[in-house]
């Protein structure tokens, strides 16, 4: 059940608020439970069913941090398992830059298309602002090229939302979760 998961960053409590996957899977498919804290200390607890999940997100209350993930997993050849792994590494190996630090998929894909294709098709794709650069093997991944701060980063976001909403007038959507000021 996880092995659309391989190589994805991340931690298993930002994988169930964002709904991570890949290669047609989910955290939705195999959370049972989630318990936690919510910003006020209270301790709460949500039923897998009970949560709604869709496309790159939760239902979780934006306060509530995770502290335990009750998952359940399908049973399965151990060989069947090992080869669906390599297939999926070897499609990101083949098409994401894992070899680079980044902070994974930065946009979510819009309806009908695919962020990485709009900016590639925008002449963004190795673009570089000081440190961070789009990738060239990926345009939506950003990559730490050159020691690269979060302020480089954010204005190589900013360039990428407002160059594609004025070519195509799609508004992207960030997939990754921007904490701080």
């Keep these: 059940g996880l092995e659309g998961a391989v190589a994805i960053p991340g931690t298993v409590g930002g994988a169930v608020k964002g709904n991570a996957g890949a290669f047609g899977s989910s955290m939705r498919e195999i959370v049972t439970g989630v318990d936690g804290v919510m910003i006020n200390g209270e301790s709460a607890m949500f039923e897998g069913k009970m949560i709604n999940f869709s496309y790159r997100k939760s239902e979780l209350p934006e306060d509530f941090f995770i502290l335990n993930t009750t998952i359940h997993l399908k049973k399965s050849k151990k060989e069947k398992i090992f080869n669906q792994i390599k297939i999926n590494s070897e499609k990101r190996i083949n098409s994401q830059p894992i070899d680079k630090r980044s902070a994974g998929s930065v946009f979510k894909n819009p309806?009908?298309?695919?962020?990485?294709?709009?900016?590639?098709?925008?002449?963004?794709?190795?673009?570089?602002?000081?440190?961070?650069?789009?990738?060239?093997?990926?345009?939506?991944?950003?990559?730490?090229?050159?020691?690269?701060?979060?302020?480089?980063?954010?204005?190589?976001?900013?360039?990428?939302?407002?160059?594609?909403?004025?070519?195509?007038?799609?508004?992207?959507?960030?997939?990754?979760?921007?904490?701080?000021?």
């Design 111 to 181: 309806k009908n298309g695919f962020a990485g294709e709009l900016i590639e098709k925008a002449g963004l794709k190795g673009y570089q602002f000081k440190g961070a650069k789009i990738s060239d093997k990926h345009a939506n991944f950003i990559i730490n090229e050159n020691n690269a701060s979060a302020t480089d980063v954010l204005n190589l976001i900013d360039l990428i939302t407002t160059t594609i909403f004025n070519i195509s007038g799609v508004k992207l959507e960030l997939e990754i979760k921007v904490l701080g000021e």
